[in-house]
């Protein structure tokens, strides 16, 4: 399945760009004259600002194909680089998507409350949106698979939208829950696979394509590059190629392709860096239960605590703010009650939750 308007031929990419003609021809082309870029402009200030390689990149388009970035993430990966697609983050991978498998009017499922951004994206599209609870328990906020199942039939959909650790509640799903809800899905419906906290769950999935899904990763987690806005989709080559039909060429600039090559190559930082996240995420998990707070289980950069009420949660955001912290509320009423917060070292601070534990303490 595929948005109807692009069941044919084309339409094709005007602009494949300078690297991609040079593969093409097997030789260098040093001399760009047809591209119409500022490449005479001196920079001088950026180049005092942010230095001489940014300013260098900065004057010309990205590879619009991100090919050597894409090489070395099948390497990392052990897939093959025709099964991914880079784009501008996993926001801009969602809207991707849906413009290449939707057309106006498609129903699409997703939770109740998970990352509001889908749904943004998915009634600017003209999409109808069905949403079904998640399963609540003590402890537990997770993503229901057999009514996001139930939900695909009985309403003909033609996506399903699952984020994996889930967002906002922390909550993963085993690679066997995925591949039943894959197995079970109808024939003309895909999963759109949001795996944004992926580096941080504890039983790494591999990174192969499955039947009929899109799986998106982002560079702005784990990877510290979420100013940059990079991020890849894993799909089977034939819905990667309905996807670059609709894909804003030069969407991913230089600069933010060059910082994941080089954020790549040295992915033992990464590594450490996901390994500090985990730790400082159990121990704010520690300090807020310590505090009485019901804390959920989290695969994520994030904790999440469930309140009392909506009413509690809303005094605490506010009365977080007015000390100058930010922490998440979900925005949809079906998790009013749910509070996130990111484990950075800032959220471990002595007193920076302060007025949350004094609500706790009432």
């Known amino acids: 399945m595929r948005a109807s308007h692009l ?21 260098a082309l040093p001399h760009q004259l047809g591209s119409n870029e500022g490449l005479d402009m ?31 993430l099948a390497e990392q990966l052990g897939t093959s680089h025709d099964t991914l697609l880079v784009d501008a983050g996993a926001d801009s991978l969602i809207a991707l998507t849906l413009r290449a498998l939707c057309d106006t009017g498609t129903t699409v499922i997703t939770s109740a409350g998970t990352y509001p951004t889908f749904r943004y994206f998915a009634e600017g599209h003209g999409c109808r949106l069905v949403e079904v609870d998640y399963h609540q328990a003590p402890g537990q906020l997770a993503p229901d698979v057999d009514a996001l199942l139930q939900a695909a039939w ?3 959909a033609g996506l399903v939208y699952l984020a994996n650790p889930d967002n906002p509640s922390g909550h993963c799903l085993a690679s066997a829950e995925i591949a039943y809800l894959v197995d079970h899905l109808p024939p003309t419906c895909h999963l759109l696979l949001d795996e944004a906290y992926h580096e941080f769950r504890p039983d790494q999935s591999d990174s192969t394509p499955m039947r009929g899904v899109v799986r998106l990763r982002t560079f702005s987690k784990a990877h510290g590059l979420a100013g940059l806005r990079i991020g890849y ?10 996807m670059y039909k609709v894909r804003i060429h030069y969407a991913v600039s230089s600069v ?34 310590a505090w009485g707070a019901e804390v959920l289980p989290s695969a994520t950069n994030f904790v999440a605590i469930r309140m009392p ?3 509690s949660a809303l005094e605490a955001q506010q009365a977080l703010l007015a000390d100058g912290v930010i922490i998440h ?8 009650d749910i509070l996130r917060i990111s484990a950075t070292e800032a959220a471990l ?14």
């Not at 230095?51 to 990149?57: F, M, Q, S, T």
Request: no cysteine; net charge neutral.
């Open 154 to 156: 009985l309403h003909h």
């Open 349 to 362: 601070a002595k007193g920076r939750l302060a007025a949350l534990k004094r609500l706790m303490g009432r």
């Open 329 to 336: 509320r979900p925005p949809h009423p079906a998790l009013g």
């Open 309 to 311: 009420g909506a009413e």
């Open 256 to 289: 933010a392709q060059s910082a994941a090559t080089v954020v790549l190559t040295h992915i033992d930082e990464v590594e450490r860096h996901v390994r500090s996240v985990i730790e400082r995420r159990e121990q704010l998990a520690a300090q807020l239960q």
């Open 42 to 72: 001196p920079h001088r200030a950026l180049t005092e600002a942010l230095g001489a390689p940014v300013a260098e990149l900065a004057r010309a388009y990205g590879d619009a194909q991100a090919h050597d970035l894409r090489q070395q």
């Open 7 to 27: 069941d044919r031929e084309g339409p094709d990419n005007p602009f494949p760009g300078r690297q991609a003609l040079e593969r093409r021809l097997g030789h």
């Open 233 to 242: 989709a894993i799909a089977a080559p034939e819905m990667l190629e309905v």
